[in-house]
Nanobody
């Protein structure tokens, strides 16, 4: 059973930065593709970023490209999301997710396990 626990959310002014962390347990972390998604009130959960299991290649949503950076530390079983130049439209609950078997894609159905989420609020 995979468990994912996010942390690092909070309230920040526009233009500021936050770093989210997701600690994984329950299996060999380095074998999984890891993704970050977000969901704002009244909206569907949307893809933010992913990092693949082999080689650690990354992919970002257009809305965060150049501002957010996903990384992983396999020794610590942790994936990070560094968020810079935050905008009010980045306000959402951010979720970490693990894809155990697939090629590393961008839709929610491609992920097998989810964390409980951490709230990010960006004030204008």
């Amino acid at each position: 059973q995979v468990q994912l626990v996010e942390s690092g959310g909070g309230l920040v002014q526009a233009g500021g930065s936050l770093r989210l962390s997701c600690a994984a347990s329950g299996r060999t972390f380095s074998s999984d593709n890891m993704g970050w998604f977000r969901q704002a009130p009244g909206k569907e959960r949307e893809f933010v970023a992913l990092i693949r299991r082999r080689g650690g290649s990354t992919y970002y949503a257009d809305s965060v490209e150049g501002r957010f950076t996903i990384s992983r530390d396999n020794a610590k079983n942790t994936v990070y999301l560094q968020m810079n130049s935050l905008k009010p439209e980045d306000t959402a609950k951010y979720y970490c997710a693990a894809d155990l078997w697939g090629p590393g894609l961008t839709t929610t159905r491609d992920y097998d396990y989810w964390g409980q989420g951490t709230q990010v609020t960006v004030s204008s």
